[in-house]
């Protein structure tokens, strides 16, 4: 059963000056089981879309349901909550207990693990993260570094199993090897988990090499859903809402205003070459 | 011009204290537009603190403009040289409204009212917050945080411009202006810019490219030179620019001759005659 | 969303009294309650309201704002009124009935307390009401710099009261979204005893305070950074300066108190 968001609208303040509506009229479905990207700039609603998918703010008008579970019922919000989990992009948010193993167990106990099986839940999640838990369990959450701090994090999602996991800029403000840790751990909890992922991102560069499906967002409204080929082909358009647009992208766009005919599905290096490849041999 | 010479740094003492930077030398001059990279805990970020006395090096000197960074008499006017921009924008912002923000440092050195008036508004303007004088910081996006930071440091009118990976915690059109606005003051003020990041695609916009590992400089040069040696960047946990990776994997299958683009523009040029050649 | 949250209750304009130099307003603040203890007869007491619904109409702020600032005091005002009624027990009896005897003094004192506490209140509004906070702060560290001859530190209190006033903001959006985070593991901050809501919140305290901690870190790295020595020679980019209207203000204050003690001077008692 999918995420299925029908014409979500979402008003801050409604009725003072400040009013201001930071979602407006989206619909989309998140299906089982693939990787759902979101892009759009800082102010683009993607926040506040993302908080409803677990029910931690209420819409104004428009219905979120998870796997049939109405998230502005109270009650069934609940259960539709424990299949989402939400990683906010800083950790320091959620970190709180004295050491890493107790801070991860901290969700599965809420769902009512006993102490036991919360920390063995732990540490399973630990190691799915890249987390040693014999050499990270016992240490104070605060005396990690900024990349083991967000898989630590991370750890403290999985640990509940939720069905779907939903990734506020995993990889904002990490150095290189952070962000390639981020991106293994990611990819190997699709392939364990079975996870199904929304990522949600202002560098296409990250969504574009593993995204399934993309929506992007521009001032509260959904812009353009579709496959990365779909959502790509649009380069010109994306920068010119303030997007970054994928490195590879914007040189087949800078190519084709030289003249050149460059396919509308080269957005990444691995397509690039593989395509510049095939010319050769022609 | 800064001279940094044998520095040694660690921020715990005794045994088995891990060092951050173990032997540093490094000279930076004056109008240059420097980038420093390294991974987290490579020594970047203490380096950077260390041009204007926030950091003492345990041993080794740093002078600015012929200033010992020791001498404690020397700190003020050492500040009034170098001033750093940091990371985290919501925490280098002091008042409630954004131009007696920017008066903050002209106020601090005492500097007669009316010229701070006019710094703040020609810093202001400088960063193109001026539409934003009287607005409260805490509603400002953190892109326009920053810049207001970098105008705060400007009012000072500094001959070095230090940003600590003060793009870091920003979205893309954030860390463009924030890059926009280093290299005009570069370009324009001859402001000498020393820029520590983790990215790499902004490492190519400066002279020179400093490459940082384990707290000593692993590498330097310029951007062109620096990044024809991706395998021993990867080595130290670092990165290419995503240009450079692609230009490596042609060049790798001589797909394309052996170049030294870096960015987009230059990929193009490089390219396109080959695809029309086709 | 708390991004939008307004600190003090300072109401923008341009009347008269939000010109007034903060200095004046926060010593004309405590002439207004020296006068208001002044009145020592109910009828005098015109006077002083006379003068704060003129005030308020010069200051242009909507009267609803002083009834706001009143509403705290909606249980202690009639308690007060009724605690006098009934408890003084001196001059003529007025009325009885079954326990209740109310007399002459309890009624005035009724009155009295209650007028006293309501124009105080609202005349102190005034002030934060048509006053920013940071103005304040400036004109608080200008009086009180005198006393740094006494070693007070007025500068430091000042700065204090800044950077308070610049992160409260800062730190309500991020106790939001520490209580969202915490949320989505399903933290529950609304069930239980009292002791085990309060122990639901040291998730919420602790990030908050691993975070505060480090902030104040970095700020004072980047205020020194920017040449921040203390008080000492500093200079400011705003200039508090008395005007023709600072001047009038005061001459007004001092008419007042001169009117209350000439007239219970020379106007005989009526009740």
Redesign the interface.
């Given at each position: 059963m999918p995420i299925i968001v029908e014409k979500l609208t979402h008003t801050y303040m409604p009725g003072t000056e400040n009013e201001h509506v930071a979602v407006d009229n989206v619909s989309l479905t998140i299906n089982e089981g693939e990787f759902f990207g979101i892009i759009g700039h800082t102010g683009s609603g993607k926040s506040t879309f993302i908080q409803h998918l677990n029910g931690l703010v209420q819409p104004t008008s428009g219905k979120v349901t998870v796997d049939g579970f109405d998230m502005s019922d109270k009650k069934q919000r609940q259960k539709g909550r424990a299949l989402v989990g939400m990683v906010f992009q800083y950790p320091d948010y959620q970190l709180f207990d004295s050491t890493v193993l107790d801070d991860v167990a901290f969700g599965p106990k809420n769902l009512g693990q006993s102490e036991e099986e919360a920390k063995k839940s732990a540490a399973e999640a630990m190691k799915t993260v890249g987390l040693d838990p014999e050499l990270f369990g016992e240490k104070s959450p605060f005396e990690l570094s900024g990349g083991e701090k967000r898989r630590a994090a991370l750890a403290g999602i999985i640990a509940m199993k939720p069905k779907y996991l939903v990734l506020d800029e995993p990889m904002a403000g990490l150095d290189p090897s952070g962000r390639r840790d981020v991106v293994a751990t990611i990819d190997a909890l699709r392939r364990e988990l079975g996870c199904t992922v929304i990522m949600v991102s202002h560098s296409m560069e990250d969504v574009a090499r593993s995204a399934e499906r993309i929506a992007v967002l521009n001032e509260g409204k959904l812009y353009a859903l579709g496959t990365p080929d779909e959502i790509f082909s649009k380069t010109q358009e994306l920068i010119d809402m303030g997007l970054d647009a994928p490195q590879t992208a914007r040189l087949a766009e800078a190519l084709r205003q030289k003249g050149c005919d460059v396919p509308e599905s080269i957005y990444t290096n691995e397509r690039f070459i593989e395509w510049f490849r095939g010319l050769k041999h022609v | 011009m800064i001279s940094i010479s044998e520095v040694e740094y660690s921020y715990e003492d005794g045994e088995d204290a891990k060092k951050a930077l173990s032997g540093v030398s490094l000279e930076i001059r004056d109008g240059e537009f420097v980038a420093i990279v390294g991974?987290?805990?490579s020594g970047k970020s203490t380096l950077a603190?260390m041009l204007?006395a926030?950091i003492l090096p345990d041993s080794g000197t740093v002078t600015v403009f012929g200033m010992d960074t020791a001498d404690e008499k020397l700190t003020?006017d050492i500040?009034?040289k170098v001033?750093?921009v940091?990371q985290?924008p919501?925490?280098?912002?002091?008042?409630?409204?954004v131009?007696?923000d920017v008066?903050?440092?002209?106020?601090?050195?005492?500097?007669?009212?009316q010229e701070?008036?006019k710094r703040?508004d020609r810093a202001l303007e400088a960063v193109g917050m001026t539409d934003y004088a009287r607005s409260?910081?805490?509603?400002l996006?953190?892109?326009q945080k920053q810049r207001i930071?970098i105008a705060?440091?400007l009012a000072?009118r500094p001959d070095v411009l230090v940003l600590d990976e003060a793009t870091?915690?920003l979205?893309?059109?954030?860390r463009k202006a924030v890059l926009d606005i280093a290299k005009r003051m570069n370009k324009e003020l001859g402001i000498t810019v020393v820029m520590i990041t983790?990215y790499?695609?902004e490492a190519v916009i400066a002279d020179r490219v400093v490459v940082m590992n384990e707290g000593k400089v692993a590498m330097q040069g310029t951007p062109r030179e620096i990044f024809r040696r991706g395998d021993e960047l990867r080595k130290i946990?670092?990165?290419v620019?995503?240009?450079v990776?692609?230009r490596e994997?042609?060049a790798a299958?001589s797909?394309?001759p052996d170049t030294d683009a870096l960015t987009?523009?230059e990929?193009?040029e490089e390219?396109?005659p080959l695809?029309?050649k086709? | 969303m708390f991004k939008d949250i307004t600190l003090g209750q300072y109401v923008p304009g341009d009347s008269f009294l939000h010109k007034l130099d903060p200095r004046t307003k926060i010593m004309l603040m405590i002439a207004y309650i020296v006068a208001v203890f002044l009145v020592q007869r109910i009828e005098i007491f015109a006077l002083v309201i006379i003068f704060t619904v003129a005030v308020t109409l010069l200051s242009k702020v909507s009267i609803t704002y002083l009834f706001k600032a009143l509403k705290p005091m909606k249980f202690l005002l009639p308690l007060m009124f009724l605690m006098n009624l009934f408890l003084i027990k001196t001059g003529d009896l007025l009325v009885e009935w079954w326990i209740f005897k109310i007399y002459s003094d309890g009624l005035k004192n009724a009155f009295f307390i209650v007028l006293r506490l309501a124009t105080l209140v609202a005349g102190t509004s005034l002030l934060t009401l048509t006053t920013t906070p940071i103005a304040l702060t400036d004109g608080l560290e200008k009086l009180l710099s005198p006393l740094k001859v006494i070693k007070f530190p007025a500068h430091e209190l000042a700065m204090m009261m800044t950077i308070a006033l610049r992160f409260i903001p800062t730190l309500i959006e991020e106790a939001d979204k520490i209580m969202k985070a915490q949320l989505a593991r399903g933290a529950d901050f609304e069930s239980g005893n009292v002791f085990k809501r309060a122990k639901a919140m040291l998730p919420i305290l602790i990030p908050l305070f691993v975070n505060s901690f480090r902030r104040a870190d970095e700020l004072a790295m980047a205020m020194e950074s920017r040449c921040y020595h203390g008080g000492n020679g500093r200079t400011r980019m705003r200039v508090l300066c008395f005007t023709w209207r600072d001047l009038v203000a005061v001459l007004v204050m001092a008419a007042l108190i001169a009117a209350i003690v000439i007239s219970q001077k020379l106007i005989p008692a009526v009740f």
């Open positions: - | 991974h987290n805990g603190k204007n926030l003020l500040r009034k001033g750093i940091f985290n919501d925490n280098q912002i002091v008042t409630t409204v131009e007696e008066g903050f440092g002209p106020e601090n050195l005492g500097v007669p009212t701070i008036r703040v409260a910081p805490h509603m996006s953190g892109g930071a705060g440091v000072i870091a915690m979205d893309p059109i954030g983790q790499m695609e946990r670092l990165d620019p995503v240009m990776e692609l994997k042609l299958e797909l394309i987009v523009e990929m193009a390219i396109c695809l029309l086709n | -």
